[in-house]
């Protein structure tokens, strides 16, 4: 069965730092990989998505995330944080089988917060 | 157009009353999803509809009752809802269940259950 651990529920980074927000996975076939960024009261916005072809995958607003098969991760990074970049941010995995659902199993989430 | 629509933004509900969410997609996309989200929780998934035949039910209680008339269309009928299931519903559409294509949420509708 696939799952989605995040790593750290609350992030926080001064503006122009580093973003990296850590997400492994377990999957017993090649995942389909998602990061979605939540802004308060909205619904989800994909960033970027891993399916199988390049294992660095860029999305939008600047963020980027690499697939590591070796250590089952999918990291999502930014090299210099925006005060708009302040949301929750979650990781999910596409349950991929016979039933070939496109049921999404997300992460618990990661808020992150951008000090001036 | 793409983009996922939602109606209403907001719903506040008695326990005894009957409402529907609805939610609209024009991107051609054959699978659509409903997913209930708790505050500071992730999205769950309750219903997948996949060429307008329903093909999950993640053991949802009868008192949510999803419909697809067409492609393009879902609804969410609630009837005699509990309080315990305020919460975010969110629609989703991607073009085929299972497939590479992205999943499009739409905003969502905000529940209360009074």
Request: contains cysteine; proline residues 7%.
């Amino acid at each position: 069965a696939q799952s989605v651990t995040q790593l750290g529920s609350h992030v926080s980074v001064s503006e122009g730092a580093l973003v990296l927000l850590r997400c492994n996975y377990s999957s017993s076939v090649p995942p389909y990989l998602f990061w979605y960024v939540q802004y308060p009261n909205q619904g989800l916005q994909l960033l970027l998505k891993y399916t199988s072809a390049a294992t660095l995958v860029k999305g939008i607003n600047g963020f980027e995330a690499e697939f590591k098969k070796s250590e089952t991760s999918f990291h999502l990074t930014k090299p210099s944080a925006h005060m708009s970049d302040a949301a929750e941010y979650f990781c999910a995995v596409s349950v991929r089988g016979s039933s070939n659902t496109g049921k999404l199993i997300f992460g618990q989430g990661t808020t992150l917060q951008v000090k001036p | 157009d793409t983009e996922v629509t939602q109606t209403p933004k907001h719903l506040v509900m008695g326990m005894t009353n009957k409402k529907s969410l609805k939610c609209e997609q024009h991107m051609g996309h054959r699978a659509m999803y409903w997913y209930k989200q708790k505050a500071k929780k992730p999205p769950e998934l309750m219903f997948v509809y996949s060429y307008e035949k329903l093909s999950i039910n993640e053991s949802v209680p009868s008192r949510f009752s999803p419909e697809c008339p067409n492609s393009s269309l879902l609804n969410l009928h609630l009837h005699a809802l509990q309080p315990e299931d305020s919460a975010l519903y969110l629609c989703a559409s991607s073009p085929l269940a299972g497939g590479v294509g992205d999943p499009f949420f739409g905003p969502g509708t905000r529940l209360t259950v009074l």
